[in-house]
C-alpha cells in the first residue's frame, strides 16, 4: 500500500485512515537513512490496547494477549 500525505507548516502529517488501519496502532517508530523514512508500528501496551478498545472480552484474556503481543516486539 502506498498513501500520500502532506506535512504541515508545524511538522505534522496526518496518516491516512487506510494506512493507519493497516497498522492497528497510533504509536509509530520513524526511522530516517538519508532520504528513506520508514514508519513501523510501535508494539507497546497503550497501542496494543487500542485495538481491543470496546471489546466484550475480559480484561484478563485482553491482558494476556497484550503482553503477547508486546512481548514478540516490533513487526518487521
Do not use: F
Not at 27 to 38: K, L, S
Not at 50 to 75: C, F, M, N, Q, T
Amino acid at each position: 500500500m502506498t498513501v500520500t500525505a502532506t506535512i504541515t507548516s508545524r511538522g505534522q502529517l496526518t496518516l491516512p485512515k487506510e494506512a493507519r488501519r493497516a497498522i492497528k496502532t497510533s504509536t509509530v517508530v520513524i526511522q530516517v537513512d538519508g532520504e528513506t523514512v520508514v514508519l513501523r508500528p510501535a508494539r507497546c501496551v497503550a497501542g496494543a490496547l487500542a485495538e481491543y478498545a470496546g471489546s466484550k472480552a475480559p480484561l484478563r484474556d485482553i491482558r494476556e494477549k497484550v503482553w503477547r503481543e508486546v512481548a514478540r516486539g516490533p513487526k518487521r
